[in-house]
């Protein structure tokens, strides 16, 4: 797996049907070559000196906003099974752009030692045959570091998509 900083890559968030702009963090990025499916993780990080309770609710509400919309924008531009990019006309070019997007930061992973050339050189074969089909599954996984929380850790499903983690440091 290998991470991609998204707000390096304002540009995926320009026209979508939800005219937001917001965005997640990290997208932590694994490939399985063998199901032709490619898992992104959504990460949104929040860190607080303290936080009330009213507080950490809008805070999770705004990180689930801006989770969602990452995937929208993943989904609008790169996900063959989506509704809005089903028919695209632009297939082949938004899997070239998906392609560069992913090799950068695979050879970028394994330069920095934080993937085996095994999966280097699987990643980079698998990308080569990306119109031979694929899929995307997301995940969805949001951090709070709450300075000033007595539980050390605390672990919230929100729902079957989203997983909050509280932390206390």
Do not use: W
């Not at 805070?59 to 906003?65: G, R, S, Y």
């Not at 990643?123 to 995940?139: A, P, R, S, T, V």
Request: one cysteine or more.
């Amino acid at each position: 797996a290998f991470l991609i900083p998204i707000d390096l890559h304002q540009n995926l968030f320009q026209d979508l049907p939800s005219e937001s702009k917001s965005r997640a963090d990290n997208l932590l990025v694994s490939i399985d070559t063998e199901r032709r499916e490619i898992a992104i993780s959504v990460i949104e990080i929040k860190c607080r000196k303290s936080l009330g309770e009213t507080e950490a609710n809008d805070l999770k509400v705004k990180m689930q906003e801006q989770i969602e919309n990452t995937i929208e924008a993943l989904r609008t531009h790169f996900d063959p099974e989506n509704h809005l990019s089903n028919d695209r006309l632009d297939r082949e070019i938004k899997n070239k752009e998906l392609k560069s997007l992913l090799v950068f930061y695979i050879e970028r992973a394994y330069r920095y030692e934080y993937l085996s050339e095994k999966a280097y050189e699987g990643f980079l074969d698998f990308l080569q045959y990306l119109d031979e089909g694929f899929k995307l599954k997301f995940n969805q996984l949001g951090l709070i570091f709450n300075f000033s929380a007595e539980k050390k850790h605390q672990k919230e499903v929100v729902n079957q998509d989203l997983t909050l983690s509280l932390i206390h440091i």
